[in-house]
């Protein structure tokens, strides 16, 4: 791996979650580069060549970073929110960039075509206007003010609702969604998707939860959530070009689009390129 | 069958695998292609690629006269223009917002797709009806250089209608005589994949030797 991705090492990444580390480890990857998650404690994850890399233990997951990284995990204050079910709702692999996999979380116009008669249908698939912005001080890209009718938004819901969404990235391969909460209005729902990046265009998904639910069973949130996550996954692995295009041009954004245009333009400021096409490649 | 009209001309799909309201991925040597046949039996052939976000068209539906792309739902005509954006009811889409189409003609029962425009239409194969297509690990200049093959399978006579589709892959489309009974069809049918699997083995002691 070159130096062109150093912005991108020096960052924090998913690579297992804790408390279902096999007793032998977990042997998996980081950006193309074999990492082994080892089930001691406390938990490490050391590289082929034996060398220890960072770790935090976080939201159910372990994190870890080939390189240096600057800042500490980014903070999700509603973990630590009493009254909220942490959801592990396990992994995904899939055969894109792990920046499109983030991209795809990010959209909400295809709720209709992609998720039907669960996270929209047909004839509501207009997208109204809402706010983006990249908040200088946290350094993350925000949108907020975003709504969307649902015949079925949550595993909890019984009917069509308009749901209210506010989407964070605060790191490239990381975003958290704030939703509607059918069980108790006036607070929000938080579903994340932290992203593994194995290689440019592979990744492991870990989607991650901190609901105020105390009706549904555990099994059917993890099914619900990963029911929406494959029919994702067949949109993802079908994008051409796989890699995500970071240049304007390549593909052609509308207004509901402006929380991708707003990642894609983070992504580049930050030289956040791994799994990224530019247009000198 | 001059063989120029052969290189021109790339045979794809037979009528029969492409119903009305239906689209199919088109695999030609330079890659596929969206093949999409209107509610009314128009005939299309589109790069198969979305310029709003890369999803592939092929994996796309047709709802009247326009073939919509699974992700987002944009939906494109006969000319690849981007007709309606369903985020945004309201919008005419910009006339900069569209699919490459390509020539398509169908005869005989057979669809042909050239990526420029030739000057003389598809081979007409008169005399002949279509039975099946089938695909081949093989390269279609190993099976014949023209494009074509004349056999007989089952005792029945036969034409095969060959292209390239990539790296040891070739399609098959299989024709009979227009006279042929029902019988006879199914006979070839069947009998093809025996004339497949000879290919293939023949391609492998090549390969060997
Ligand atoms: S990618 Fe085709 S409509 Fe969005
Ligand atoms: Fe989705």
Redesign the pocket.
């Known amino acids: 791996m070159t130096v062109r991705h150093q912005p991108m090492i020096d960052e924090w990444y998913p690579v297992a979650l804790a408390s279902q580390l096999p007793p032998g480890g977990r042997a998996t990857q980081l950006m193309g580069t074999p990492v082994l998650v080892v089930a001691d404690d406390p938990i490490r994850v050391v590289t082929d060549d034996g060398r220890d890399l960072p770790v935090t233990l976080r939201y159910g997951h372990v994190w870890t970073s080939l390189g240096q990284p600057a800042k500490q995990l980014f903070d999700i204050p509603e973990a630590d929110q009493p009254g909220r079910r942490l959801i592990e709702v396990g992994v995904v692999r899939v055969r894109c960039s792990p920046l499109r996999a983030v991209e795809n979380f990010l959209d909400i116009a295809h709720f209709p075509f992609v998720h039907t008669d669960i996270l929209g249908a047909e004839p509501h698939t207009e997208v109204g206007k809402y706010d983006v912005e990249i908040r200088e001080k946290e350094d993350e890209v925000w949108a907020t003010k975003v709504q969307f009718y649902q015949p079925q938004a949550a595993k909890s819901a019984t009917g069509g609702i308009t749901t209210d969404y506010m989407y964070r990235v605060p790191a490239p391969t990381s975003s958290v969604l704030y939703k509607t909460c059918p069980a108790r209005p006036g607070e929000w729902d938080v579903i994340t998707l932290f992203v593994q990046p194995l290689q440019e265009d592979l990744c492991d998904v870990w989607p991650w939860m901190a609901l105020f639910d105390d009706e549904t069973a555990t099994t059917d949130l993890i099914h619900f959530q990963q029911m929406i996550f494959l029919q994702d996954r067949s949109i993802l692995e079908n994008q051409i070009p796989r890699l995500l295009p970071l240049d304007p041009g390549r593909e052609i954004p509308t207004r509901a689009d402006l929380t991708s245009v707003a990642y894609r333009r983070w992504l580049k400021r930050h030289q956040f390129t791994y799994g990224a096409q530019l247009v000198a490649q | 069958m001059p063989v120029e009209m052969l290189r021109d001309w790339i045979p794809v799909a037979l009528s029969a695998d492409l119903p009305a309201a239906t689209v199919l991925p088109a695999h030609t040597p330079s890659g596929i292609l969206a093949l999409w046949r209107s509610a009314s039996g128009k005939l299309t052939a589109l790069a198969d690629r979305?310029p709003?976000?890369?999803?592939r068209l092929s994996y796309g539906f047709v709802r009247g006269e326009a073939l919509s792309?699974i992700?987002?739902?944009?939906s494109y005509g006969q000319t690849g223009q981007c007709l309606r954006i369903p985020a945004h009811p309201e919008l005419a889409p910009p006339g900069a917002i569209k699919a490459a189409s390509y020539a398509v003609e169908e005869r005989n029962g057979v669809i042909w797709i050239a990526f420029e425009p030739p000057e003389a239409p598809p081979p007409s194969l008169e005399g002949f009806q279509p039975v099946r297509s089938i695909t081949v690990n093989m390269d279609a200049g190993a099976i014949t250089p023209n494009g074509t093959v004349r056999t007989q399978l089952a005792g029945v006579d036969v034409l095969l209608i060959v292209a390239g589709i990539g790296d040891r892959e070739t399609i098959a489309h299989v024709m009979v005589d227009a006279a042929a009974s029902a019988t006879d069809r199914i006979a070839v049918s069947n009998a093809v994949e025996g004339w497949r699997r000879t290919c293939e083995q023949l391609g492998l002691k090549e390969l060997a030797s």
Request: overall charge positive.
């Open positions: 979305c709003h976000r890369g999803m792309c992700y987002h739902g944009w």
